[in-house]
């Protein structure tokens, strides 16, 4: 397949130039920026030296379109919303890495994102592989999920399913690493405010926060999430601690294995033992998600989840990538069976 790449400038930009670079069924044939327009990716992305010899294009969505036979869209929110329809248009398959179609309900992006949605009338398909690989298959647009949603919703999902935990008290602690922030340095991302620190941000109205209950809601309708995301001083990674409150007298073996049962033949989805915690440094620079800990504090009836991943691939391009494989009839897999880069 030939693809084209909006926004490849940036982080998530980046990573899908790596992951496709070696799938062997596909090949990139436009990269836009309009920042680095004629310069070599290898001047904004150096890892690809001598693996991807091409430049940066200035091309417009539609030109894109005519010459790729699927497109990726990792722009900022607000700037998907006017490139998707044109690629529609031209017949072209996409996946947005972008917030602007993740919502079913348009009126929850105006509200978090501070933005007028300019296509209400266009409906996308949410981009979890685990929970919509059927609707995923047959889809022409795709939003990716944002990575503290992967997180908190894969975390979740199974024992919301299982109606083990109080829908109504959940609490989803996050940390991510600082490339979560973007390319782009800020007062919240460069070295001297990053590093030595952990700092919490947008603690009641984070823009993931209705996503997470988005998704979670159709395991039960009474699901109410506490979201607090951190800043870590780490380059890539995410863990996220799940506090939930049991329904049921389970033990953390019955936990698992209901998470085990959940998950069977899913391939990036791996569960750890009872009492195992995982590491950022097992999955980075993969595309999977590992879920551990099940640990019960039986005093308080509270059991403890811990999902972890890297925010830049599972989190954003190896997860696109995984569901334009779906969309394209591979192999879910193909191009994405990297081991982490531990320690």
Same mark, same amino acid.
């Given at each position: ?26 090949? @990139?044939?436009?990269? &836009?920026?309009? !920042? ?6 290898? +001047? ?39 490139? $998707? ?19 079913? %309900? ?6 978090? #994102? ?16 685990? =929970? ?26 199974? *024992? ?11 609490? $989803? ?9 973007? *390319? ?43 979201? $607090? ?6 380059? !890539?990674?995410?863990?996220?601690? @799940? ?5 049921? %007298? ?8 209901? #998470? ?9 989805? !791996? ?7 995982? +590491?950022?440094? *097992?999955?980075?620079? &993969? ?8 640990? @019960?504090?039986?005093?308080?009836? !509270? ?8 925010? =830049? ?31």
């Amino acid at each position: 397949m030939k693809i084209g790449i909006i926004g490849a400038s940036g982080y998530t930009g980046g990573e899908l130039l790596r992951i496709l670079a070696k799938h062997n069924a596909c090949e @990139i044939v436009c990269a &836009t920026s309009r !920042r680095y327009e004629g310069k070599e990716i290898s +001047r904004v992305h150096p890892n690809l030296k001598g693996i991807l010899d091409m430049e940066f294009s200035n091309l417009s969505p539609e030109e894109v379109a005519l010459r790729s036979d699927f497109v990726f869209t990792a722009t900022p929110h607000g700037v998907s919303m006017k490139a $998707v329809p044109k690629i529609l248009e031209e017949d072209t398959k996409v996946v947005d890495l972008s917030g602007d179609f993740r919502f079913s %309900d348009t009126s929850r992006y105006e509200k978090y #994102y501070g933005l007028k949605h300019e296509h209400p009338e266009i409906s996308a398909i949410y981009g979890l592989p685990e =929970l919509y690989k059927t609707d995923i298959k047959n889809a022409n647009l795709v939003a990716n999920p944002g990575c503290y949603p992967t997180t908190a919703i894969l975390g979740l999902a199974p *024992a919301l399913n299982a109606g083990l935990i109080d829908p109504a008290r959940i609490v $989803v602690d996050s940390k991510s690493g600082i490339s979560g922030a973007g *390319a782009s340095p800020s007062l919240t991302n460069h070295f001297c405010m990053a590093h030595d620190s952990v700092m919490p941000y947008r603690v009641i109205a984070h823009r993931h926060l209705p996503e997470i209950e988005q998704g979670l809601r159709q395991f039960d309708r009474d699901v109410r999430i506490s979201f $607090v995301p951190h800043i870590v001083p780490v380059i !890539r990674g995410m863990v996220t601690t @799940i506090h939930t409150f049991l329904k049921k %007298d389970v033990t953390g073996q019955d936990v698992r294995q209901i #998470y085990s049962d959940f998950y069977r033949r899913k391939p990036f989805v !791996r569960i750890w033992a009872e009492g195992e915690i995982p +590491r950022m440094s *097992a999955s980075r620079g &993969t595309n999977y998600l590992d879920i551990g800990c099940f640990e @019960i504090d039986e005093e308080r009836n !509270r059991l403890v989840i811990v999902a972890v991943h890297d925010n =830049l691939v599972k989190g954003a391009s190896g997860q696109a990538v995984q569901n334009m494989n779906i969309m394209a009839g591979f192999d879910e897999t193909k191009g994405l069976k990297d081991i982490g880069l531990h320690p």
